[in-house]
């Protein structure tokens, strides 16, 4: 059974605060995507990577960084968190056409 | 800049009837058009997919009409039941190749009535 796993399901951090958000997959797929889901706008790509190492940026990267420094695991990270990024943070990975999705992450910043 | 747009943005139906969500696309590149599924507390899922050179794809009670002129494409749910009661995104992406980036519509909240 194919797995996406997201290392926190809830997170609360303060204003300013440094952000890991984790994600790990355990079917050897090339790409990962970071999402963030907010009511009305539906799920936007943050960054995605299609090898290790390597990264691009989707429709809404400012204020977000990745690190992918294993096939396996995908991170973003908020190096100063602020309000407007409390959201659903969602990972997913993909070898051609399916995204496989985590469970999500909802971050709260205070 | 919304590629793919998707109506209605929620909807009520009762148990056994037809649910029916439309989207609209505006990249005429696009070759893949699935939809996912998300249920409270779960990631998306996907639940059915259509390439362009299709009209129809059926896949239980759910089914894909694509409509390529129109560049609209949309999702019927046959007796729809509770259990359907979840949020469908529609997506669409081009070439398919190494990295598969997927445009998502804005989601819909069908809520299926007992």
């Known amino acids: 059974d194919v797995k996406v796993t997201q290392s926190s399901r809830y997170l609360v951090k303060r204003t300013g605060e440094k952000v890991f958000l984790e994600c790990v997959q355990d079917m050897d797929h090339e790409n990962m995507f970071w999402y963030r889901q907010d009511p009305g706008l539906g799920l936007r790509l943050i960054y995605f990577s299609y090898d290790v190492k390597m990264k691009e940026k989707g429709d809404i990267p400012e204020g977000y960084s990745v690190s992918r420094e294993k096939k396996e695991r995908f991170s973003l990270i908020l190096e100063s968190a602020s309000t407007n990024q409390t959201s659903m943070y969602l990972c997913?990975?993909?070898?051609?056409?399916?995204?496989?999705f985590g469970p999500g992450t909802r971050l709260t910043v205070l | 800049q919304q590629q793919v747009k998707q109506s209605p943005q929620s909807l009520i139906v009762q148990k056994g009837g037809i649910s029916i969500i439309n989207c609209a696309y505006e990249n005429t590149a696009f070759d893949y058009f699935p939809w996912y599924q998300q249920f409270p507390g779960k990631g998306p899922a996907l639940l059915i997919a259509i390439r362009p050179d299709v009209s129809e794809k059926k896949e239980g009670r759910f089914t894909i009409s694509f409509n390529k002129s129109a560049k609209q494409f949309s999702l019927h749910i046959m007796d729809s039941q509770p259990g359907d009661s979840a949020t469908y995104f529609c997506?669409?992406?081009?070439?398919?190749?190494?990295?598969?980036?997927?445009?998502f519509g804005t989601g819909t909240l069908l809520a299926v009535q007992p």
């Open positions: 997913a990975s993909s070898h051609r056409y399916e995204q496989f």
């Open positions: 997506a669409a992406s081009k070439g398919g190749g190494a990295t598969n980036k997927l445009i």
